[in-house]
């Protein structure tokens, strides 16, 4: 056998690999909670003038009512809830609503509660007491 001879092997260093880092996924903020819940109109011992029972609500949540994680207006008409949920300032209170929890008192209480996504209850107004009126022919 010969022996073959062989030109110096080619050599080259490798760029470093670069790894990816891990990333964690961000924490969700912590919701921040409510502070107050208040009702502003009707006023406490006010009054509501309306034939139809359709009358608008005034309200304030502090910090501000957070729809983008799903929280909502949950509103109680003499203890009753009504079925569906509001987020909007003022919120309307139709003559539908009325009707379902319709009395012939003349004094009715309204609570607010804000609720989140899962239907929790986070927060609830002090109860308001307010006299609804309604025009009557002679």
Do not use: C, R, W
């Given at each position: 056998a010969n022996a073959v001879e062989l030109a110096p092997l080619n050599t080259f260093a490798a760029p470093p690999v670069l790894l990816p880092t891990p990333t964690t996924k961000p924490q969700a903020a912590a919701p921040i909670p409510y502070e107050r819940l208040t009702i502003t109109d009707p006023e406490n011992e006010g009054s509501v003038h309306t034939n139809t029972g359709d009358f608008d609500v005034q309200w304030q949540a502090v910090p501000p009512l957070d729809t983008q994680r799903g929280d909502a207006i949950i509103v109680k008409l003499d203890?009753?809830?009504?079925?569906?949920?509001?987020?909007?300032?003022?919120?309307?209170?139709?003559?539908?609503?009325w009707q379902r929890v319709f009395s012939e008192n003349v004094e009715h209480r309204l609570q607010?509660?804000?609720?989140?996504?899962?239907?929790?209850?986070?927060?609830?107004?002090?109860?308001?007491?307010?006299?609804?009126?309604?025009?009557t022919a002679r």
């Open positions: 203890g009753t809830p009504l079925p569906q949920s509001f987020s909007a300032v003022p919120l309307h209170i139709g003559a539908a609503d607010l509660l804000i609720v989140n996504a899962d239907g929790a209850v986070l927060i609830e107004s002090a109860p308001v007491k307010f006299y609804m009126h309604h025009a």
